[in-house]
């Protein structure tokens, strides 16, 4: 076995650099370019990469720079989207894509990171999307240089400057995801040989459905309602499903697992397996867990050289709520369970039916932890609650009974639900929070929003009007 030294840069920019030891197994862990008759030793296996499949992109940095040959097909998102009044649009920053692009159906799973230069900051927001002809989710990139205004592709990013969709589900048969695919958190980290490694956690989709015979018919539907996974395209889609179907037999969820995959620039992705047979990092519990259903949202954060945890959730059957459970490893890439940390709030609380997607930051600032959650009420509501921790383990408490972030009244755009929180902090001459989150309305559509804090105060969060 050998091993190799990596200093990792923290999620949100920092001059200090913490370093990461990565073991790996040369003799069975190899990475299979397409189109190369040759496999090469590399701590990963395989590869997915839309586009071309030249492993040379491999050694390139992260860059905000458009290829020019793909600039016919990028749009700005505007701030907010011109074509929707002030008051309905308030907070929304990222909307469908345009018509026929891979992502004109749906978008979410936003995983923002910021970027400081000599004289400029770079954002990079990687998040899921889906076209109006598939049924499966991929992964897109978006890249900003104020976290406000984002530049996308319709396509598939081809070249390292490029944007667009840069990950697609697995084609093995075998594997973990080949149903659909959401990014979950994104490690960025520095070494000798490159100047950049990403190492992308994410949720994996299969065929396989989800065992719904023990969870109540109230649950069910919620499990539907709340578009937990990926739904049987046959019915037609998740939301319009659900409204018809929701406790029905034919109401069909699929299982997730947690992924991951290397990249140098962000956009060309190759996978790593783990030690499961299908190729994800944890397998989902036994009968008798509470996390037997699925495993989702698998979000990293890097405690010490050795310590990395993951924070996912999972619907637990015999409590009837979704909650969040943590794992451990020393690599990244071998994990093991530590249980469940956090379940269902107090009867009529916002989060009465559990938490879920959560965004986990570790303080600079005497190293306590910050947890920004998705909660669900019992009629399936979704709000965004904070919670703290001293030691990010399992001593987890709840900042306040009111959620930081609800939806908006009748005739906003986010009216049905928000959640899938992503905290950035900014640390300028005064402290300040951003929260990215998901949005839904009733009518069904998506969108990604953003909310500032009130200086370093959590507990108070107000959406982005514009400048």
């Not at 949100?12 to 189109?35: D, G």
């Not at 409204?243 to 037999?249: D, I, L, R, V």
């Not at 495993?295 to 890097?302: G, S, T």
């Not at 405690?303 to 999972?314: A, G």
Request: net charge neutral.
């Amino acid at each position: 076995m050998g091993s190799a030294i990596i200093p990792i840069h923290s999620s949100w920019h920092s001059t200090e650099i913490e370093t990461l030891k990565v073991h790996y197994f040369a003799t069975h862990q190899r990475v299979f370019f397409p189109n190369s008759k040759r496999s090469k030793l590399f701590p990963i296996k395989s590869s997915t990469r839309p586009g071309n499949g030249n492993s040379s992109a491999m050694k390139k940095d992260l860059a905000v720079e458009i290829d020019p040959d793909s600039a016919a097909d990028l749009h700005a998102t505007s701030t907010p989207n011109q074509a929707l009044s002030r008051r309905f649009s308030r907070g929304l920053v990222f909307n469908l894509g345009s018509k026929g692009s891979w992502d004109a159906a749906e978008v979410g799973s936003a995983v923002v990171k910021r970027f400081i230069g000599d004289d400029e900051e770079r954002w990079f927001m990687w998040y899921h999307g889906r076209s109006k002809r598939e049924s499966s989710d991929s992964i897109g990139l978006a890249v900003s240089s104020n976290g406000v205004q984002w530049t996308r592709g319709a396509k598939n990013a081809s070249s390292c400057g490029d944007v667009g969709c840069v990950m697609n589900c697995s084609e093995k048969w075998w594997a973990f995801d080949t149903k659909g695919i959401r990014p979950s958190e994104v490690v960025i980290m520095s070494s000798p040989m490159y100047s950049s490694v990403q190492w992308l956690y994410y949720t994996g989709y299969t065929s396989q459905e989800v065992d719904l015979s023990g969870v109540s018919y109230i649950q069910h539907g919620l499990l539907a309602v709340a578009d937990v996974v990926p739904r049987d395209p046959s019915y037609g889609s998740s939301r319009e499903h659900t409204s018809k179907t929701a406790g029905n037999q034919k109401d069909r969820i699929f299982k997730s697992f947690p992924g991951l995959a290397c990249s140098q620039d962000g956009r060309h992705w190759a996978r790593i397996e783990g030690d499961n047979h299908s190729g994800a990092l944890l397998d989902v519990g036994t009968d008798k867990d509470w996390d037997s259903l699925f495993i989702a949202a698998p979000k990293v954060v890097v405690h010490s050289s050795d310590d990395l945890r993951m924070y996912y959730y999972s619907f637990d059957a015999e409590n009837d709520h979704f909650a969040l459970g943590m794992a451990r490893s020393r690599d990244g890439i071998r994990w093991v369970k530590l249980g469940k940390i956090m379940g269902g709030g107090s009867v009529g609380s916002f989060d009465e039916l559990g938490v879920r997607n959560a965004s986990v930051v570790r303080s600079h600032q005497g190293g306590n932890y910050l947890m920004a959650y998705e909660g669900v009420a019992a009629d399936g509501r979704t709000s965004i609650g904070v919670a703290v921790s001293s030691d990010g383990l399992k001593n987890w408490k709840r900042v306040q009974e009111e959620p930081i972030l609800e939806p908006l009244e009748d005739d906003g755009w986010d009216n049905r639900g928000v959640g899938s929180p992503c905290l950035v902090h900014i640390r300028k001459k005064t402290d300040e929070w951003r929260l990215y989150y998901v949005g839904v309305g009733n009518d069904g559509r998506t969108g990604i929003g953003m909310a500032v804090s009130e200086g370093s105060d959590i507990t108070t969060f107000r959406r982005w009007e514009g400048i």
